[in-house]
């Protein structure tokens, strides 16, 4: 009979500098040795928007292999997780608080990281994945799935729109703060109207220095993410595509997410153009530590 084998991890808040806001990750910096069907059980048992398993890598391409797994899947790439665990990497030791730029492995690819500030407090960036634009939707269909009126929605110049950095959200521009929070997804709607599988509906209002959000993913077990790291490069692209970037040269802003929930998180963006084109998003954040604790499998 197999021995009982004990995993130790760390809960910590991303996006936020405060203890129990901004958005809880579980961090496993010590994986090896778990299966597909064991980190999908243990996501599913703590029931956090993800949960991130830390690998060993060979060769020195990355510092480490990173796997995100939902309550209901493995995600291919996803921002908070990735803050989080460059946070919990360099707050262990397990990458030196002088080591700058590092590399995480994830489904989706190389992940660079830039940390600007080890502790006090912590603070990092990562480079989002290519960043495409799909498909357009009528907003009345979607105001009525969220409970909205069609004046809720910003205008018809603003479509709902499906943007992606690996994880495609269908984005809905509204008109203001007070309508975002009025929000409140119909469960059968992301079939009804969309036909296809996303990550999540990503509803926004711009505000004066960039979007305050909320987001979805019913079909990936989350009712709502207090904040949504993977969706705020595809954000920033939208922005500056339908010109709701909010200061004079274009390239900064910041998402205000999960006050609804009261898990306030502050996500920061940067958009890196190159030869007159948008090349990548830039998305950092902070975070912070507030549970240690163990798991034991049969």
């Given at each position: ?17 405060t203890p129990f806001e901004g958005n809880p990750l579980a961090v496993f910096l010590d994986a090896e040795g778990l299966s597909d069907v064991e980190m999908q059980t243990i996501a599913r048992e703590l029931n956090l928007s993800e949960t991130s398993f830390v690998f060993p890598i060979d060769g020195d391409a990355a510092t480490a292999r990173l796997r995100i797994f939902t309550p209901g899947a493995e995600m291919p790439f996803a921002g908070h997780p ?217």
């Amino acid at each position: 009979m197999a021995s009982p084998r004990t995993y130790r991890y760390s809960v910590v808040d991303v996006f936020t500098e405060t203890p129990f806001e901004g958005n809880p990750l579980a961090v496993f910096l010590d994986a090896e040795g778990l299966s597909d069907v064991e980190m999908q059980t243990i996501a599913r048992e703590l029931n956090l928007s993800e949960t991130s398993f830390v690998f060993p890598i060979d060769g020195d391409a990355a510092t480490a292999r990173l796997r995100i797994f939902t309550p209901g899947a493995e995600m291919p790439f996803a921002g908070h997780p990735t803050i989080g665990t460059a946070y919990a990497l360099v707050s262990s030791g397990r990458v030196p608080a002088d080591m700058p730029v590092f590399v995480l492995q994830e489904n989706i690819g190389p992940v660079p990281i830039r940390v600007e500030r080890a502790a006090n407090p912590f603070l990092a960036w990562l480079r989002t994945p290519p960043i495409s634009f799909g498909a357009k939707f009528a907003g009345a269909p979607w105001a009525r799935a969220l409970g909205l009126a069609q004046a809720d929605l910003l205008g018809e110049a603003y479509p709902v729109r499906i943007v992606s950095a690996g994880n495609p959200f269908l984005f809905v521009t509204l008109r203001d703060p007070a309508a975002v929070d009025r929000a409140a997804l119909e469960a059968t709607a992301l079939q009804r109207e969309l036909g296809m599988s996303v990550s999540g509906v990503f509803v926004f209002a711009p505000v004066a220095n960039g979007a305050y959000s909320r987001m979805f993913a019913p079909e990936f077990g989350i009712i709502e993410d207090p904040a949504t790291g993977g969706a705020t490069g595809p954000l920033g692209a939208y922005m500056a595509e339908y010109g709701l970037l909010p200061n004079a040269d274009g390239t900064h802003f910041t998402s205000e997410q999960g006050v609804r929930m009261k898990r306030r998180s502050i996500i920061h963006g940067v958009l890196r153009v190159r030869e007159g084109k948008l090349d990548t998003v830039e998305i950092g954040g902070s975070a912070v530590k507030v549970i240690d604790a163990e798991i034991t499998l049969p």
